[in-house]
Nanobody, 122 residues
């Protein structure tokens, strides 16, 4: 089955940058609604950024102007570029996507990455 594998987390200082990657593996027809979420300990998971199959983007107010979601030409990997990081950005970041597979409808099924820790020191 399809899996989303994340990489790129780590520890950075305030004002630093990180780029998170989310690679889809397995057999699929298309990837839709690429999305990033984050969850701090004890908090609810919150929306961060989304990239539609048509190329449109959407960002949470808290990250607008600092984060950018994108994908590569092969469309099997997408990214979250995080600049001007703040301590309040510290969380586990999860990628998610609607992916159309042999066993899904045309709308696809939602898949989740394993999560990666981002820690921003003050």
């Amino acid at each position: 089955q399809v899996q989303l594998v994340q990489s790129g987390g780590g520890l950075v200082q305030t004002g630093g940058s990180l780029r998170l990657s989310c690679e889809a593996s397995g057999t699929f027809f298309s990837i839709k609604a690429r999305t990033w979420y984050r969850q701090a300990p004890g908090n609810q998971r919150e929306f961060v950024a989304a990239l539609s199959s048509g190329g449109g983007t959407n960002y949470a107010d808290s990250v607008k102007g600092r984060f950018s979601i994108s994908r590569d030409s092969a469309k099997d990997t997408f990214y979250l570029q995080m600049d001007s990081l703040k301590p309040e950005d510290t969380a586990v970041y999860y990628c998610s996507a609607q992916i159309v597979t042999i066993g899904s409808t045309s709308a696809g099924l939602q898949y989740w990455g394993q999560g990666t820790q981002v820690t921003v020191s003050s």
